[in-house]
Nanobody, 124 residues
Framework: QVPLVESGGGSVQAGGSLRLSCTASGSTTRSTFMGWFRQQPEKEREGVAA????????YYSESVKGRFTISIDNANNTVYLQMNRLKPEDTAMYYC?????????????????WGQGTQVTVSS
């Protein structure tokens, strides 16, 4: 498994922006898919966005499409999630993931490696 370390979470007002970062150590992001997921208290973890190692394919949940952008910097083994026009309902713990098994790419259960998470809080 590849250790993943997230950063960039914080508190912001509705309509604001945050950028999350996730760095993979000990391996290369180029050889795998990377993803972002989020989990609100007492709710199941849900997929937010995913990207192929080459950056050529991206996937978004309907709830964030048009507001969030996932990107990858293979030179630094880092994946980013740029979050714009944030809403209070985006408040959650955000997790980075890597190395999915075959399956629906935004389904948490297909991913093998997880970071510890970073909290995002959006106030109205």
């Amino acid at each position: 498994q590849v250790p993943l370390v997230e950063s960039g979470g914080g508190s912001v007002q509705a309509g604001g922006s945050l950028r999350l970062s996730c760095t993979a150590s000990g391996s290369t992001t180029r050889s795998t898919f990377m993803g972002w997921f989020r989990q609100q208290p007492e709710k199941e973890r849900e997929g937010v966005a995913a990207i192929s190692g080459g950056g050529g394919a991206t996937y978004y949940s309907e709830s964030v499409k048009g507001r969030f952008t996932i990107s990858i910097d293979n030179a630094n083994n880092t994946v980013y999630l740029q979050m714009n026009r944030l809403k209070p309902e985006d408040t959650a713990m955000y997790y980075c993931a890597a190395d999915p098994r075959p399956g629906y790419i935004l389904l948490p259960g297909v991913w093998n490696t997880w970071g510890q998470g970073t909290q995002v809080t959006v106030s109205s």
